[in-house]
């Protein structure tokens, strides 16, 4: 199982960085300053940079349904 998600992590190119010595590596990627109560205004800005229609289609084309039975 272990052994999986690091050759994932390594084909994704996020092993390097989750190895680093933080007490969280998301700490890594969060803003000094982050926005808590942004306008709508700067959401429709910041969101201009998605190709929303193209991210839904990936999202359908990709989703898969499985069933976990092995539940105790």
Known sequence: MFE???AISRKIDTFDISI??????CTVFTPKHPRTRPTVQMLEEAEKVFDIEA??????DTAR???????R
């Open 65 to 71: 349904f499985e069933v976990i039975s092995d539940i």
């Open 4 to 6: 999986e998600i690091i």
């Open 20 to 25: 680093k010595p933080f007490e969280d590596c």
């Open 55 to 60: 991210l839904v289609k990936e999202a359908v």
